[in-house]
């Protein structure tokens, strides 16, 4: 990570926050979802274009901390988006669905928990 500024949270930010911790921790506001791409993506094209979208929008690479149990926010402009991926092809196209919407769901959970 690089250097990370903290800066305290707006009454919206703190609603989220505090909606948050209510939800046992679960992001209230990010919606897992899932892709069904055919042909080649190149991944690392995906990831140096989403980087350049988060230089010019600082939401994209800022969180929620606790410090001396209040909210702050912390932003970390060195953080860069990494994509996960999953090769669904060895299973029946309604398996695809299933396992795709786990992984979207499990991918949110383990990084805001």
């Known amino acids: 990570m690089g250097k990370q500024t903290l800066t305290q949270m707006s009454q919206i930010q703190k609603r989220i926050w505090y909606a948050t911790k209510l939800d046992d921790g679960w992001p209230t506001y990010n919606e897992p979802m899932a892709f069904f791409l055919k042909g080649r993506l190149d991944i690392e094209a995906v990831e140096k ?57 499990e991918c949110i959970s383990s990084e805001e928990r």
């Open 49 to 105: 274009a989403l980087d350049a979208l988060a230089e010019l929008h600082s939401e994209l690479h800022m969180g929620f901390t606790e410090i001396n149990d209040a909210p702050s926010i912390f932003h970390d402009p060195k953080t860069k988006i990494k994509l996960r991926k999953n090769d669904f092809l060895t299973v029946s196209k309604k398996m695809r669905r299933t396992l795709a919407t786990q992984f979207s769901e």
